[in-house]
């Protein structure tokens, strides 16, 4: 069997000596707006290790994670604050520790104030989406999420539950509309706004974070002013009790260390707010530095993303086609991953491509991981794979395949194994099946092959006994690190 040990390099030294271990990472290529054995009977496929650590206790009555990092987030993409309450005990029981709302601040109106996601079916001007990533004012609520005092009550229900709540913080830009602006912005400096221009060449570092991005409006963040209005914005959204950010555009702004003609103390002052938990979304590609953003709060990582997304529309599950994070020199437990996101889903035409089976599948993978935070994108309540905007409406519930029963599972997996190492192997040497080991307590395996795959005598480091199939009840036993049952066609196995 071939093995690959990580991140115990200075101990392994230590211990043997003689030994020397080489590691190499895939370079990462594109952004995220995109869309190979052992003849033995028994499994000697590919493996990957990560050392043995502490299990973590779960939380409450539903058997959280104790934190945001080894829990899973549910992105409520345009449910309301309202909706999202609503649906609290379901989110809940579903396993998700934190919920991530769509931007709270104050927003442009779309087209005649209309509440669809997009036009559809022949309508023009009905409202869209992408106008609440089009700040007005840094006030808490809009007409397409609700008021400040539903937010409150939001938050205050999801403390019931122990969930925590994530904000989309869009502080790089506001609208492209500079008579809509609030007369706010204008009373802080004589110049809100940079004058770059549009950007260009996303090769270009200060293109790239004092340019105005699609034509937005870029904030001009090197004013002290508007710097503590903004840091003054999410001050408000954690004492109406939001728990952490997620800063859209977050590499289209300035690092301290960038060139000393635009550089900005901008993240070290808006980041000291009293939140637990801050991500930036970082589409990798061009002048993104994404390693010197994962130094100050967490990162996306949507090259990942998509190779998870080929992993299994290709039904190719080898360990080593989907297992590297793919950003370089970036800690896995700085990561926020996912199967897709809502850029992907709008932009790219990858909604066309992947089914709620094959989204079920990539979630199995990404969520037993023991490295980064994973976010469940909620598609729109109705959609498939031929029809994009469903019941096509802002502020509904979004489809219900967040709380699908092998979704829910690997949830209340991750839950249980925070803390604990992972073992990746392809049982059976199978390119359609993997097995995600976390420490000798728990396995998800995943089937994407169209027929059963029976494991016979195949290696683990389960502790050995009989473990039952959360979903199906499904026996599986394991003795002297062997592990034999069958996994069904499609199915996702949670044993623990």
């Not at 973590?56 to 999202?84: Q, R, V």
């Not at 509904?396 to 699908?404: K, P, Q, V």
């Not at 040497?429 to 396995?443: P, Q």
């Amino acid at each position: 069997m071939y093995q690959t040990t990580k991140k115990l390099f200075a101990v392994l030294l230590a211990a043997l000596m003689l030994l020397g271990f080489a590691s190499c990472t895939t370079s990462p290529g594109g952004s995220s707006t995109e869309p190979t054995e052992q003849p033995s009977q028994v499994s000697s496929a590919q493996e990957e290790t990560t050392p043995q650590s502490e299990q973590l206790p779960t939380k409450g009555e539903y058997e959280l994670a104790a934190d945001i990092d080894h829990g899973a987030i549910l992105h409520a993409w345009c449910w309301s604050f309202n909706t999202i309450k609503e649906n609290m005990q379901n989110i809940a029981q579903a396993g998700y520790t934190a919920i991530q709302t769509s931007p709270i601040n104050a927003c442009k109106p779309g087209e005649n104030g209309g509440m669809q996601l997009q036009d559809k079916d022949g309508s023009v001007n009905q409202g869209k989406w992408y106008y609440h990533y089009q700040p007005i004012d840094y006030t808490i609520g809009n007409y397409q999420l609700g008021t400040k005092e539903e937010f409150e009550a939001m938050c205050t229900e999801a403390d019931k539950y122990g969930i925590s709540i994530i904000v989309d913080a869009v502080v790089n830009h506001m609208t492209s509309d500079m008579n809509a602006v609030s007369d706010n912005i204008f009373d802080l400096t004589d110049s809100p706004f940079h004058s770059f221009g549009s950007i260009s060449n996303y090769g270009d570092r200060e293109q790239v974070t004092q340019g105005n991005l699609l034509g937005l409006l870029d904030l001009n963040t090197q004013n002290e002013d508007v710097q503590q209005y903004i840091l003054s914005y999410l001050k408000e959204c954690v004492q109406a009790g939001a728990d952490g950010f997620r800063y859209d555009a977050a590499k289209h702004i300035e690092l301290p260390d960038d060139d000393s003609a635009y550089a900005s103390d901008f993240w070290s002052v808006i980041l000291d707010n009293g939140s637990v938990f801050q991500y930036g979304e970082v589409l990798q590609g061009g002048s993104d530095r994404i390693a010197d953003y994962a130094q100050i709060m967490h990162v996306t990582s949507p090259t990942y993303g998509q190779q998870v997304r080929n992993a299994v529309l290709n039904k190719s599950l080898k360990v080593l086609n989907w297992s590297n994070y793919a950003v370089n020199e970036v800690e896995e437990d700085r990561l926020v991953t996912w199967v897709e996101s809502h850029d992907n889903y709008c932009n790219d035409g990858s909604w066309s491509m992947l089914n709620e089976q094959d989204v079920k599948w990539a979630w199995a993978l990404i969520a037993a991981r023991s490295g980064g935070t994973p976010l469940f994108f909620s598609r729109p309540d109705g959609a498939s794979i031929d029809d994009q905007w469903g019941n096509n409406q802002i502020g509904a519930r979004g489809s219900e395949l967040f709380m699908d029963p092998d979704v829910a599972a690997v949830n209340q997996f991750r839950n249980h194994m925070a803390g604990l190492s992972e073992t990746l192997s392809n049982p059976m040497d199978s390119r359609e099946a993997v097995m995600i080991e976390r420490g000798d307590k728990g396995a998800v395996i995943v089937n994407v092959g169209d027929e059963p795959l029976a494991l016979k005598s195949v290696p683990s480091v389960l502790a050995d006994g009989t473990y039952e199939d959360k979903v199906s009840g499904a026996k599986f036993t394991v003795k002297d690190q062997r592990i034999e049952g069958t996994v069904k066609a499609g199915q996702i196995v949670v044993l623990y």
